[in-house]
């Protein structure tokens, strides 16, 4: 079995005028191929920041994390966000939809990125939206979506683009149970796959049982895994 992210030693300390934060504090990490892979752990104990140093958003200031054999943080900066746009999708806590585009043009952006034409994008982004119960409101702007339909036009947009890695912070948290049974039954029909893995921050002990294995985080470092 190979491994798709390996993290060792990461230390990532956000430096601001006020004080310095030791958000992760040597982390080390393995998710292998085809692995769905859950992060809990208490709020501000590092979570958001770990997933970002693996999808390539923020540096660490040490250590080391490779994505699928890859060193994001020694590529030039042009080939690192031809990787992020091709191998990674994320979806943010706060969903981060734009506000000017509407559901399917959203969902589109990452096959634009990736050359795809705009039409087809537009298509392949409604199928997707169908498949996370949204095909009839492909033309709604975020503010007319409630915060669960945002929720999945963000997951739509995470897996479009059929990436290696799907990385999702708090996906379900404002999902209902059936909705959030559907779009985890989605993730893992999508990332669950010989080539590629899945990392799912939650706190949503309804969803742990479509985890492989959980990690469990405490204050900058991975202090469990079941
Ligand atoms: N941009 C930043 N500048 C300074 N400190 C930050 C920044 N982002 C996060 N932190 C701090 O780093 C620590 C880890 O934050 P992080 O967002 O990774 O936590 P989390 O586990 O995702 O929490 P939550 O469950 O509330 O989302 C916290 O103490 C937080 O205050
Ligand atoms: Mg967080």
Avoid at 137 to 150: C, D, E, F, H, T
């Amino acid at each position: 079995m190979g491994i798709a992210v390996r993290c060792e030693n990461l230390t990532k300390i956000y430096d601001t005028s006020e004080q310095k934060v030791v958000a992760l504090n040597s982390v080390n990490l393995k998710i292998n191929l085809g692995e769905l892979m859950m992060l809990v752990g208490p709020s501000g104990c590092g979570k958001t920041t770990l997933i970002s140093v693996i999808a390539g958003i923020l540096d660490q200031n040490s250590g080391l994390c490779e994505l699928f054999g890859e060193n994001l943080l020694t590529m030039k900066s042009k080939d690192k966000l031809q990787f992020r746009a091709t191998q990674i999708g994320f979806v943010f806590q706060a969903f981060n939809l734009l506000p000017s585009l509407n559901a399917a043009e959203n969902v589109s952006v990452p096959l634009i990125i990736n050359g795809v034409k705009r039409d087809t994008a537009k298509q392949q982004a409604i199928e997707v939206l169908e498949r996370v119960g949204l095909g009839e409101r492909w033309k709604s702007y975020p503010n007319q979506l409630s915060g669960g339909q945002q929720q999945r036009v963000a997951i739509a947009r995470a897996l479009v683009h059929s990436p290696r890695l799907i990385v999702c912070d708090e996906p379900t948290s404002a999902l209902d149970h059936t909705s959030g049974q559907n779009v985890m039954n989605l993730l893992k029909e999508v990332a669950v796959h010989k080539d590629r893995a899945l990392v799912i921050v939650t706190h949503d002990a309804r969803i742990f049982e479509f985890a492989d294995r959980i990690a469990e985080m405490d204050d900058g470092h991975i202090v469990n895994m079941r």
